[in-house]
C-alpha cells in the first residue's frame, strides 16, 4: 500500500469513527445538561462549595462563576508550581521560576496549554497529577459549560436564567470528561504508553553517556490532555515521544479523542434546541472546514514543496518515522482546528505552505470542530453573523432559530471575534519592534516572522501548540503570552455569555416566508463562507509576508 493510499484509508477510518459517534454521544451530552438529576458525588460537592444546584443564574451571574473559578485556579497553579520543592513526589525538582510558573498556570487554566518548560525535567508527579492534570478536566469542563449556556440562550424564551455554572462544570467533568478519559487511558495503556509512578531511571547512552529518563502517570494524563482538547505534553516532545505514543494505532486512537466530542456536541445543541437539523448543519460546516483542511496539509506535505524535501524524495524532517508523512500531517490539523495543540511532529518543520495550514486553522478561530464547547460557541457566533448579514443583503431583521439578531447581538458576536485578530497581531508587532526580541530569534526573513505569528496565533486562540525557532522562555515573552490567553479565552466568554443572555430574554419571533432556512445546504455554504471571509482573511496581510513569502521563494 502507497504512503498516500495508507493516508487515506487512516483519514477514512477517523471519518467513519466520528460519525459512529455523534449521535449517541451527542444525545448522551443531551441528558446530561438537561437532566434534573443530582448523582449522590455531585451532591457531596455542592455542599462542600456551599451551591443551591437547583438555583439558576442570569448570564452576568453565570460569567462571575466562570471567572471567579478560573482566578482562583490559576493562583493555586502558580502557587503549587512555586512550592513544588516541599511538596511529596517532586522527584528533587526546585520550584518553578515566577515567570514560567505564571505562564503555566494561565495556561493550563485557559485550555492552551503552552508549554514554556520541559516537562520531564521541570514538572514532579504531584504538580503534573493534582495540579496540571486536574486544569486539563475543569478547563474543558468550563469551555463546555459557556457552550450549554449559549444554546439555553437559543432555546429559553423570555427569561433571564441560562442554567447554574456549577452544576454544569460539575455534570461534565464527572458524567462526560472523567469516563471518557478513563477508558482512553486504559487504551494507551494497552498500546504501550507509560502509566506509572517511577523515579528517573538512570540509563546508559549508545555514545557511554548517561541519561536520566522520567517515568510517571503519562497515560492518565494523556487522555485527558486529548480528550479536552489541552495539549499540554508529559514530556517536551509531546505525543512525538514514544512515551505517549507509542504505535501508529495509539496516534489513531489520540486523534480520535481529540475530535469525538467538538463533532458530537452540535448533536447536543440540536437536541436541546428542539431541531435536531440545526444541529446537523452546524457540524457539516465543521466537516467541510475540516476535511478541506485535512486534505490541503497533506496534499502539502506529502508533495513536499521546498528545496531539501524535493531533494530526498519527502518531507520527513521533524516527522516520527513510525508515524510518516501523511499520519502526521493529519495528526497537526486535527490539533490545530481544535484547541489542542498537541504535537506529534515538529511543526516548524512543515514545509512552508503546511506550516500555514496548521496557522489557518487556528486563524478560523478554532471552529471547525474547535475545542471543547469553545468550537461550538464559537460556530453558532458565526451563524449569528452569517444570518445578519443575509439579513443585510435582503433587507430583512436578521433570525436565528427564532430569535432575532439586532444592535446588541451583532455588537456582541463582532466583539467576539475582534478580540483575537487585536491580540495576535498587536502582540506580533510589539515583538518584531523589539530588537531584544527579534534577537531571541534562530531565524530571519519570512520564516523568523512566522515563528513569531505562530506563537501568538497559537497562545490568542488558545491552541497551545509552537512553531518553535524562538526562544519563548524569558520574562518577556512568558508574560506576554500569559496576557494573551488569558485576554483570548475570558474576554470571548463575557461576549458569548452576554449574548446568551440577550437571546433568552427574547420573545420567539414566528417563521414566515421570509424566514432564512438555516438547515439546508445554502446556510451551510454561507456560513463557510463568511468563516473564510470574515475570519480568515484578516489574517491575510500577515500571512503573505510569512508562510506564503516563504512558500513562493
Known amino acids: 500500500m502507497s504512503p498516500t493510499t495508507a493516508g487515506i484509508v487512516f483519514i ?41 444546584p437547583d438555583a439558576e443564574q442570569r448570564w452576568n451571574v453565570y460569567a462571575r462563576g466562570v471567572l471567579a473559578f478560573s482566578a482562583v485556579s490559576i493562583l493555586f497553579l502558580y502557587a503549587f508550581q512555586r512550592l513544588q520543592d516541599k511538596l511529596l513526589l517532586s522527584l528533587g525538582f526546585p520550584g518553578v521560576t515566577d515567570h514560567v510558573a505564571w505562564n503555566t498556570a494561565v495556561s493550563f487554566v485557559t485550555n492552551t496549554n503552552w508549554q514554556a518548560y520541559s516537562g520531564e525535567s521541570t514538572m514532579g508527579h504531584l504538580v503534573q497529577m493534582a495540579g496540571l492534570a486536574v486544569q486539563n478536566f475543569v478547563s474543558a469542563a468550563v469551555g463546555m459549560s459557556v457552550a450549554i449556556a449559549l444554546v439555553r440562550g437559543f432555546a429559553r424564551n423570555q427569561t433571564e436564567n441560562l442554567g447554574n455554572f456549577w452544576v454544569d462544570l460539575v455534570r461534565g467533568t464527572i458524567r462526560i470528561l472523567l469516563p471518557i478519559a478513563f477508558v482512553g487511558a486504559l487504551t494507551l495503556v494497552a498500546g504501550g504508553v507509560v502509566q506509572n509512578f517511577a523515579a528517573p531511571h538512570e540509563v546508559t547512552t549508545l555514545t557511554g553517556g548517561t541519561q536520566a529518563i522520567t517515568g510517571g502517570p503519562v497515560a492518565s494524563q494523556e487522555a485527558i490532555k486529548l480528550l479536552g482538547t489541552n495539549g499540554g505534553g508529559f514530556y517536551n516532545a509531546n505525543s512525538a515521544h514514544p512515551f505517549e505514543n507509542a504505535t501508529a494505532w495509539t496516534n489513531w486512537v489520540e486523534i480520535v479523542l481529540i475530535l469525538v466530542i467538538p463533532f458530537a456536541l452540535p448533536r447536543t445543541f440540536g437536541r436541546m434546541a428542539g431541531q435536531v437539523r440545526q444541529g446537523y448543519a452546524i457540524v457539516a460546516v465543521m466537516a467541510v472546514l475540516a476535511l478541506a483542511s485535512v486534505a490541503l496539509t497533506n496534499t502539502f506535505e506529502i508533495a513536499g514543496h521546498a528545496t531539501v524535501p524535493q531533494a530526498v524524495g519527502a518531507a520527513l524532517e521533524g516527522k516520527e518515522v513510525r508515524l510518516g508523512v501523511s499520519d502526521s500531517a493529519t495528526f497537526a490539523t486535527a490539533t490545530t482546528l481544535t484547541s489542542t495543540g498537541a504535537v506529534d511532529s515538529f511543526h516548524d518543520s512543515f514545509t512552508p505552505l503546511g506550516g500555514m495550514m496548521t496557522m489557518v486553522n487556528m486563524m478560523l478561530g478554532e471552529v471547525a470542530p474547535g475545542g471543547v464547547g469553545s468550537g461550538l460557541y464559537g460556530m453558532l457566533v458565526l451563524a449569528v453573523i452569517t444570518v445578519f448579514v443575509a439579513g443585510l443583503m435582503v433587507g430583512r431583521t436578521p433570525e436565528y432559530l427564532g430569535k432575532r439578531i439586532g444592535s446588541r447581538e451583532i455588537k456582541l458576536a463582532s ?139
Request: aromatic fraction near 8%; charged fraction near 10%.
Open 415 to 553: 466583539l467576539y471575534f475582534l478580540t483575537t485578530p487585536a491580540l495576535v497581531l498587536v502582540g506580533t508587532a510589539l515583538a518584531m519592534a523589539s530588537p531584544e526580541q527579534r534577537a531571541s530569534m534562530l531565524n530571519s526573513g519570512p520564516h523568523g516572522l512566522s515563528e513569531v505569528l505562530y506563537a501568538f496565533t497559537s497562545a490568542s486562540n488558545n491552541n497551545g501548540s509552537a512553531f518553535a525557532g524562538i526562544t519563548v522562555n524569558t520574562p518577556w515573552y512568558d508574560t506576554a503570552l500569559g496576557l494573551c490567553m488569558a485576554f483570548g479565552r475570558f474576554l470571548p466568554i463575557v461576549f458569548v455569555l452576554g449574548l446568551a443572555g440577550s437571546l433568552a430574554r427574547q420573545a420567539p419571533v414566528p417563521a414566515s416566508a421570509g424566514t432564512l432556512p438555516t438547515h439546508r445546504p445554502q446556510f451551510v455554504g454561507m456560513v463557510v463562507g463568511v468563516t473564510i471571509i470574515v475570519v480568515a482573511l484578516t489574517f491575510l496581510p500577515a500571512l503573505a509576508l510569512g508562510p506564503l513569502a516563504e512558500g513562493i521563494q
Open 12 to 52: 477514512g477510518s477517523l471519518v467513519v469513527a466520528l460519525v459512529l459517534t455523534h449521535r449517541p454521544l451527542g444525545d448522551y451530552m443531551y441528558r446530561v445538561y438537561s437532566g434534573t438529576r443530582h448523582l449522590a458525588v455531585e451532591r457531596v460537592l455542592y455542599r462542600l462549595v456551599g451551591v443551591r
